[in-house]
T-cell receptor, first 114, second 111 residues
Framework: AQSVTQPDIHITVSEGASLELRCNYS??????LFWYVQSPGQGLQLLLKYFSGDTLVQGIKGFEAEFKRSQSSFNLRKPSVHWSDAAEYFC????????????FGGGTRLMVKP | NAGVTQTPKFRVLKTGQSMTLLCAQD?????MYWYRQDPGMGLRLIHYSVGEGTTAKGEVPDGYNVSRLKKQNFLLGLESAAPSQTSVYFCASSYGFGEQFFGPGTRLTVL
């Protein structure tokens, strides 16, 4: 069975600093990977996704992620964090099967210091 | 377009009561999903549907039932609520494989 691990439950960064959120997955075949963001009291919004091709993918709000097969990782990065980036971030792995089911990591809560 | 909407937004139940959560989408998506979100556990799939009239179990289906009588609606039922079902419930939909679009969530408390 596939699984997703986000090792950092909480991360605090200063506004303007760089950010990297870690995601490791376990999946037998080529994974389909997603990063979602959830602002307080809101649903989930897709930041970016990787299906195939270039292993560095660009998303919305200045985020990017890099797929590294050898490390089974799909870490999310942003060069300069803004206060509005404070939220919870979820990594997910999907199966290209009849159900299109996603398996989510436990999430990382990002706090931004002024 | 409203996207994915969920009714109600909040609900408090007593143990043993029943209720139905409604999810509606106006994007003509084939696939729909119900998740529950608990602290530190991310989202876990309860049930899903790949088309009108079809449903299937996800990771944590016990204590829940679903129905997809119309393509745009996906109902989640709790027949006899338990405190362990206190959670935030999210509905999502997708065309098929790929991005899932999420509703705003329903916060359910079972006393």
């Amino acid at each position: 069975a596939q699984s997703v691990t986000q090792p950092d439950i909480h991360i605090t960064v200063s506004e303007g600093a760089s950010l990297e959120l870690r995601c490791n997955y376990s999946y037998g075949a080529t994974p389909y990977l997603f990063w979602y963001v959830q602002s307080p009291g809101q649903g989930l919004q897709l930041l970016l996704k990787y299906f195939s091709g270039d292993t560095l993918v660009q998303g919305i709000k200045g985020f990017e992620a890099e797929f590294k097969r050898s490390q089974s990782s799909f870490n999310l990065r942003k060069p300069s964090v803004h206060w509005s980036d404070a939220a919870e971030y979820f990594c997910a792995v999907g199966e290209n099967n009849a159900g299109n089911m996603l398996t989510f990591g436990g999430g990382t809560r990002l706090m931004v210091k002024p | 377009n409203a996207g994915v909407t969920q009714t109600p937004k909040f609900r408090v139940l007593k143990t043993g009561q029943s209720m139905t959560l409604l999810c509606a989408q106006d994007m003509n998506h084939e696939y729909m999903y119900w998740y529950r979100q608990d602290p530190g556990m991310g989202l876990r799939l309860i049930h899903y549907s790949v088309g009108e009239g079809t449903t299937a179990k996800g990771e944590v289906p016990d204590g829940y039932n679903v129905s997809r009588l119309k393509k745009q609606n996906f109902l989640l039922g709790l027949e006899s609520a338990a405190p362990s079902q206190t959670s935030v419930y999210f509905c999502a939909s997708s065309y098929g494989f790929g991005e899932q679009f999420f509703g705003p969530g329903t916060r359910l408390t079972v006393l």
